[in-house]
């Protein structure tokens, strides 16, 4: 199908060039339908939706997830977003004095917080370790991790695809690696689901969090937690209700626990199974395929407009359907809604560290029109503003 054609299936704004999947995805019209559909049923009705058929349709829900993603459906278990589910694995994780958490310098900042929040008040430490880039190899990426490795670590944080240099990291040789040296492991997948392939079987992190609501396609506040089963009893809900010493219990109270708090909203988590059909139905991987050509093959325009080098080698080992381009802008948030008031482009510009990067996102309704409009309107500022220094 054409990207006109799949455009029409999105709610998106068509007065927007939409440069930022990334960020929160899109949810295609018949995801959102599904959506609105329990919705209303459950504004009909809640009483049976909420205490009668609910987990019933979780369950259905997480059977079809657990086979798109490979793994147990009673060992995964939905969560409004990746920082919700971190935070349900940092404030459990028993941390003693002077104990470290390994990760880089490169995740997300949120959970970076996260990270930092639980380690201080453990007296633990969140190590930072620093990434050389550009990238250039995972076995150059691997030596410099674990450089960060001492005596004193406990158990391993990173991505799997990073969000402000959108890379790609090769964290099942990194989960290998970290198991034989007796570590536990958890992985950041927020950018994953629907983007590039995930096999949580074969990865064999202990912890594992995706977004379904990003590249997925399913509406907002819609991702997963993973725990292997055999740790699962360590990790309590963030809220505790009526899951726990369950009247009604079922055959895992690790479903108990967290699928059980109260009256919410899980409609979103519901509209899984139709957006996994979405994926199908429009042959997702020749979408996503296409999507990264586009990505690649204007990377390095974008980079020679400003002055700068890519984060990596541009090939699909490191970069998926997002590409970040240095820049040297002085003022990134000025940049971003200039773009935004004035050319109508949805696209973040973010600091990380010192630098600045400007994240391009490209799925099934982009075109290289869509680019070029970025490209120009970024010509344009740097000969008649001083934002982007070349």
């Not at 049923?41 to 058929?53: D, G, H, K, M, W």
């Not at 470290?100 to 959970?111: D, R, V």
Request: hydrophobic residues 35%.
């Amino acid at each position: 199908m054409s990207t006109n054609n799949l455009k029409s299936q999105f709610l998106l704004n068509p007065d927007i060039t939409y440069l930022n999947f990334g960020s929160f995805g899109a949810c295609p019209k018949p995801v959102f339908e599904e959506y609105q559909k329990y919705q209303l049923e459950l504004e009909t009705e809640p009483v049976q939706f909420i205490a009668v058929n609910g987990l019933e349709y979780l369950k259905k829900s997480r059977e079809a997830l657990a086979q798109y993603v490979n793994c147990n459906a009673d060992d995964i278990v939905y969560v409004t977003n990746p920082s919700y589910a971190v935070n349900i694995v940092a404030k459990n994780f028993k941390l003693n004095p002077g104990d470290e958490i390994l990760s880089t310098n490169l995740e997300y900042g949120a959970l970076d917080r996260t990270w930092n929040y639980y380690c201080k008040k453990a007296g633990a430490k969140y190590v930072q370790q620093p990434i050389s880039l550009p990238l250039v190899s995972d076995e150059k990426f691997i030596e410099d991790f674990f450089k960060g490795l001492t005596a004193k670590t406990k158990a391993i944080f990173i991505s799997q695809i990073t969000s402000t240099t959108a890379l790609i990291f090769p964290v099942k040789e990194v989960c290998e690696i970290a198991k034989s040296k007796g570590l536990f492991t958890i992985v950041d997948g927020a950018h994953v689901p629907g983007h590039i392939p995930l096999n949580l079987a074969e990865i064999k992190a202990d912890v594992y969090t995706g977004a379904c609501h990003k590249w997925m396609c399913t509406p907002k506040g819609c991702s997963f937690l993973y725990i292997k089963k055999e740790y699962q009893h360590l990790f309590d809900p963030l809220v505790v209700s009526w899951g726990y010493e369950s009247e009604h219990p079922s055959n895992s109270q690790f479903l108990d626990y967290h699928q059980t708090q109260g009256t919410r909203d899980f409609s979103a988590f519901l509209s899984v199974p139709k957006a996994i059909q979405f994926l199908k139905e429009y042959n997702w991987p020749e979408v996503a395929k296409e999507s990264r050509k586009l990505a690649h093959s204007n990377y390095l325009r974008f980079c020679d407009l400003m002055g700068t080098k890519p984060l990596s080698p541009i090939s699909d080992e490191f970069l998926g359907q997002m590409c970040s381009i240095p820049i040297n802008c002085s003022a990134p948030e000025k940049l971003q809604r200039l773009l935004f008031e004035k050319y109508k482009i949805e696209i973040p510009v973010m600091e990380k560290d010192g630098s600045v990067l400007m994240r391009y996102s490209i799925n099934a309704y982009n075109s290289q029109e869509d680019l070029d409009k970025l490209y120009s309107a970024i010509r344009k500022i740097i000969s008649e503003t001083d934002l982007i220094q070349v």
